[in-house]
């Protein structure tokens, strides 16, 4: 039986920007993301504290951390790499720190330019310190259904990096699908061996829809059992190091969905559209989602 509630993890302002052309002024990130917290979203990955030369797009998360306006019944995160990304993270006091490498050697190293086994260690000092700091930490497992580098990823690393990083504390998986090369009845076989190994009530999706799947894809999750979700409004995003990366599956089609299947998400749809036209507004391109392709054509 499918869940009556599902917790959506809003990406867009990390994900969905990082990948942009068009730059985007500081102060309209921070106007969307209030936006984002109006319209009842729980959760906001805000930006990232990385290399500015390696995503120049965030390189303000200082100034976007310390604009927005916080609500109290809103979790924001920050995405970080290393110690030096989880210090400028804790100067901003933002609720949840999120730690990311892959399960392909050759994804990790073109990422975050270190091999799987050197960046255990890394990760094991964020997540302390960062706990220490009175912060929960998420962890993202990349390329969880295929690498566009390797191709197939053996199950078996998916379960050693997610359970490495269990082991040092991270309280929730994000388990992505960072090229969107997944299909359901391949969600639905990594999740039954997944399940074997790692908590499930832990453990998000993180659908990328490159190739249109991300929602029967997260059907399948839902009939896991799987209450988490991470999207992007508008269906933005992508990762510029992990080759033919697009969009999230897109927030507002997803929370419609949903809805329409009498599962809340304490979202409001009104809201949605009024933050993602905002923020079409000021990008090089339409939103791809389909709910934006229906206004646009209005
Ligand atoms: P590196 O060059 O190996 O770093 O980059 P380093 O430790 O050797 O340091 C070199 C220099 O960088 C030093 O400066 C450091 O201080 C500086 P110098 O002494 O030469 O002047 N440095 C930093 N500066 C600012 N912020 C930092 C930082 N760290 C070191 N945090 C590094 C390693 C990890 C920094 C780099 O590879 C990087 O920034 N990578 C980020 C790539 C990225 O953001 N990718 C997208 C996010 S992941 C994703 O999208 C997938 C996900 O959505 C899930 C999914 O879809 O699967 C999460
Ligand atoms: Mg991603």
Redesign the pocket.
């Known amino acids: 039986s499918l869940p009556t509630h599902v917790t959506i993890k809003e990406?867009g302002p990390?994900?969905g920007l990082?990948?942009q052309p068009a730059e985007v002024a500081t102060e309209d990130k921070i106007t969307w993301i209030n936006q984002l917290s109006e319209s009842g979203c729980p959760y906001i990955e805000i930006s990232?504290?990385?290399?500015?030369?390696?995503?120049p797009q965030?390189k303000d998360a200082r100034k976007v951390a310390a604009g927005i306006k916080r609500k109290k019944e809103v979790t924001y995160a920050a995405?970080?790499?290393?110690?030096?990304?989880?210090e400028?993270a804790l100067e901003t006091d933002v609720d949840e720190i999120?730690v990311?490498m892959?399960a392909s050697e050759t994804h990790n190293q073109k990422?975050?330019?270190?091999s799987i086994e050197a960046t255990f260690p890394v990760l094991k000092k964020v997540i302390e310190e960062a706990k220490q700091a009175g912060k929960s930490v998420r962890g993202?497992?990349?390329?969880?259904f295929g690498c566009p580098y390797e191709g197939h990823i053996p199950v078996e690393q998916v379960i050693n990096v997610s359970e490495q990083l269990l082991s040092m504390g991270i309280g929730e998986l994000?388990l992505?699908?960072?090229?969107g090369v997944a299909n359901p009845k391949q969600v639905d076989r990594v999740l039954t061996e997944l399940a074997r190994h790692l908590p499930m009530d832990q453990t998000a999706m993180?659908f990328?829809n490159t190739r249109g799947m991300a929602l029967a894809n997260t059907l399948v999750a839902l009939e896991h059992g799987i209450t988490t979700f991470?999207s992007a409004l508008g269906g933005l995003?992508?990762?510029?190091?992990?080759k033919g990366?697009s969009g999230?599956v897109a927030t507002d089609d997803l929370v419609h969905m949903l809805h329409e299947m009498d599962i809340q998400t304490g979202i409001s749809e009104e809201q949605l559209k009024n933050a993602a036209r905002f923020i079409q507004s000021k990008l090089s391109a339409p939103l791809p989602s389909h709910l934006m392709q229906i206004i646009n054509r209005e």
């Open positions: 990406v990390r994900d990082q990948n990232s504290f990385v290399h500015p030369k390696w995503i965030l995405l970080v790499p290393n110690m030096k990304g989880l400028g999120s990311f892959s990422n975050i330019n270190k993202y497992v990349s390329t969880v994000s992505g699908d960072t090229v993180h990328h991470d995003g992508g990762c510029p190091y992990a990366a999230n």
